[in-house]
């Protein structure tokens, strides 16, 4: 593990960091100033150096992908760029005011239920991320806390006739990340509504074993099952997993296969590689398909962590359990 984590750590900053916070528990101080770097070294100031004099990406706020604003944003935010880095703010604001306006009111709500859900998860990712547009966001939130499928996830074809049945896989994650988001940076002042929200999508897909038809047990999409980074608008099982280690949720057994599944896809380096790329337009690569992936590497162990760690007090639980149990016969 040593001989990993030291690999991990000779990679860019944005690695560096998280590893330092998420796997070596490093002080606060130390992995923060490792974060700032990202805005003048490695990946985070390669993608800075893209924006144009308006504060846009690629030309375009949501499209061309991947190399639009909400694209590159989405990217820089996985990179963990500081909230506060002066053009990653600007950025966000010029594409947030562009495609939802600048008023807090129904017209923000209507266009949130016309929009493609998936954009609205983003933006209120984006918007809690960096700190802009608070009661925008409000608005956002309320309008796809109300927008919900019959089984509690999100469909971006809400507004389809006959309207969808079931959630949409890659919608949901979107929206559950850009909730958690705002839950973590306290933007939303009804968090309890977000918690039963998120807890209940979370149970819709693990209805599904995170990849596996509810109907037939098959397999959904091979694509899901595969290592990607970064997802832009998909939804993979290493992605889901993330957010269930992020969002501290409860390492459900359901869970098990995908766990499994992940450890078996690490090479017997340690690391893990890159399988899948979503293929469009992009400014470079940060990883090679078919290399070994820093990226996958470091999600992968975090979400072990937070497994192994959940599955050890749930049997000193059960250990505690039963001593009690002895006790009272």
């Known amino acids: 593990m040593d001989e990993v984590i030291n690999w991990l750590m000779e990679g860019d900053p944005a690695i560096r960091w998280q590893v330092m916070r998420d796997l070596l528990d490093a002080p606060e101080k130390k992995w923060q100033a490792e974060r700032c770097r990202t805005q003048k070294e490695g990946w985070g100031a390669q993608f800075l150096a893209k924006q144009d004099a308006n504060g846009v990406w690629g030309g375009g706020l949501y499209s061309p992908k991947w190399i639009s604003s909400t694209y590159t944003l989405l990217v820089l935010t996985g990179i963990g760029l500081p909230p506060d880095c002066a053009p990653a703010r600007r950025g966000a604001q010029v594409a947030f005011d562009g495609l939802y306006g600048v008023e807090a009111d129904e017209n923000l709500y209507r266009r949130t239920n016309e929009y493609d859900q998936c954009v ?83 149970e819709m897909l693990l209805r599904h074993g995170l990849f596996r038809s509810h109907r037939t047990g098959e397999v959904i999409d091979r694509r899901w099952t595969q290592l990607s980074y970064p997802p832009r608008w998909h939804y993979d099982m290493l992605r889901a997993l993330d957010y269930f280690a992020r969002a501290g949720a409860e390492p459900d057994p359901r869970l098990q296969e995908s766990i499994d599944l992940l450890v078996s896809r690490r090479r017997p380096d340690g690391r893990w590689p890159v399988q899948h790329k979503h293929p469009a337009l992009v400014y470079f690569d940060m990883e090679k398909a078919g290399g070994p992936s820093r990226w996958n590497t470091l999600r992968a162990l975090r979400v072990l962590r937070w497994w192994n760690h959940g599955q050890a007090q749930t049997t000193d639980t059960q250990s505690t359990s039963r001593v009690v149990r002895h006790s009272r016969l």
């Open 120 to 202: 609205s998860g983003m933006w209120v990712q984006l918007a809690s991320y960096f700190g802009i547009g608070d009661q925008r966001v409000n608005v956002m939130i309320e309008s796809l806390l109300e927008n919900r499928i019959s089984d509690v996830g999100w469909n971006c074809r809400i507004k389809r006739r006959p309207r969808p049945a079931h959630s949409s896989f890659h919608t949901t994650i979107n929206v559950l990340e850009g909730l958690r988001e705002a839950v973590e940076k306290r933007v939303f002042p009804k968090s309890e509504s977000i918690l039963t929200a998120e807890a209940e999508a979370r």
